[in-house]
């Protein structure tokens, strides 16, 4: 099967897990507190894969060729005892190991992540103002503490840190500038992400979206930018060097200069769901034939005939109509 995968146009190469649907934060983009309140049903422990279960299926994507694990959720760093499943799945030869994060728990558990084989990570943070960072996770937790979490990574080795800004108009496009300079020569890589319609409860409209363009050419104008080539096929954060040596920033233009041709990845729900897109309406289950006794070739089937038979391309097609479509939420894949 290893053979059909390898003569894909679209090669099967990372695989994002997510470890909880639940998280601290209550993000405006992702988990809006009118649908994520505190009535909200969030999975039950008995459907959430266990980290033998998914240390498993990890081993049979390996098989067939996944180079790269990012574990994200929900928030990872509240599934329990986290470091546990990064020390099973680091047990996997070959495997580049990374994880999501808001970073609100991560000066606690830097050093613990990176002991039990975690490589590096990329931390969630959309402004460096107190105000601004509460109107966008909506729970009051301060920036400061965050960037605490960063260092902390930095000093455990997490390196190089990753700093995702998600720009979404009429919030946080003024901190683009005062995030750049924070970041500038600090050797951590601060990549802004076009505001994105996953789910279908975040409100999204094209308006609310900062163009990657329109933010390359901001930062350029107060220090200059030139492109740098992608560190590898089908990377999706274009990259920008500082011509004054200063570091690199990316943009993540998914809105408006979609990379589906390219798209290499696939999505573990917290539950055992595969999804080959995220904005998919429906995902594949795997919990069912894992907890019913089927071998590692038939899970490898599985997989193999669901990443060969993918055909999304959704942000190609994107409309105001698809924007409407109940898809998946962010939060329940993870990115
Ligand atoms: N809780 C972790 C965090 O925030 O980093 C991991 C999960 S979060 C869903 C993964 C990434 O998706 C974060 O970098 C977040 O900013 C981004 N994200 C969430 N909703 C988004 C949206 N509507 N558009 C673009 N990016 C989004
Ligand atoms: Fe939580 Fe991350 Fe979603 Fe924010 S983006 S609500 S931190 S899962
Ligand atoms: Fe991949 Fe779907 Fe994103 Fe296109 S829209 S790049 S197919 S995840």
């Not at 994200?72 to 470091?83: A, C, D, F, I, S």
């Not at 750049?180 to 409100?203: C, Q, S």
């Not at 942000?315 to 924007?323: D, F, K, L, N, Q």
Request: charged share 30%; hydrophobic share 40%; glycine share 8%.
């Amino acid at each position: 099967m290893k053979h059909t995968l390898d003569r894909l146009r679209r090669p099967l190469r990372d695989l994002r897990i997510s470890v909880t649907d639940r998280c601290n934060f209550r993000c405006v983009y992702c988990m809006p507190k009118q649908v994520f309140g505190s009535d909200y049903q969030f999975l039950e422990r008995s459907e959430i894969l266990q980290f033998e279960e998914i240390t498993r299926l990890a081993r049979i994507f390996r098989g067939l060729g996944v180079e790269k694990i990012r574990l994200t959720g929900g928030e990872p760093l509240v599934r329990r005892n986290v470091e546990q499943l990064i020390a099973q799945l680091s047990a996997i030869p070959g495997l580049d190991l990374t994880l999501t994060t808001n970073g609100s728990l991560l000066e606690r558990k830097a050093a613990v992540l990176a002991g039990a084989g975690l490589k590096r990570v990329t931390v969630s943070l959309d402004a460096l103002e107190d105000a601004t960072f509460k109107r966008m996770n909506d729970v009051d937790f301060p920036v400061a503490k965050v960037l605490a979490g960063i260092d902390a990574a930095a000093a455990a080795g997490l390196v190089p840190v990753k700093v995702n800004m998600v720009v979404k108009r009429g919030m946080n496009e003024k901190d683009i500038l005062p995030m750049a300079r924070r970041f500038r020569g600090t050797g951590h890589i601060l990549r802004f992400i076009e505001y994105m319609d996953v789910g279908h409860t975040n409100g999204w409209r094209m308006d609310d979206v900062v163009t990657a363009r329109d933010i390359v050419e901001a930062i350029g104008r107060e220090f200059p930018l030139e492109p740098a080539d992608p560190n590898y096929a089908g990377e999706v954060a274009q990259r920008w060097r500082y011509r004054d040596g200063g570091g690199e920033i990316g943009v993540i233009a998914s809105v408006t200069q979609a990379f589906c041709r390219d798209c290499t990845r696939i999505r573990l729900s917290t539950e055992g769901k595969l999804y080959t897109c995220l904005f998919a309406t429906a995902g594949h289950d795997l919990r069912a034939p894992l907890r019913g006794g089927a071998d590692d070739a038939a899970l490898r089937d599985t997989v193999a005939g669901v990443w060969t038979a993918r055909a999304d391309r959704y942000s190609e097609i994107r409309s105001s109509h698809t924007a409407r479509l109940e898809k998946i939420e962010m939060s329940y894949i993870g990115g």
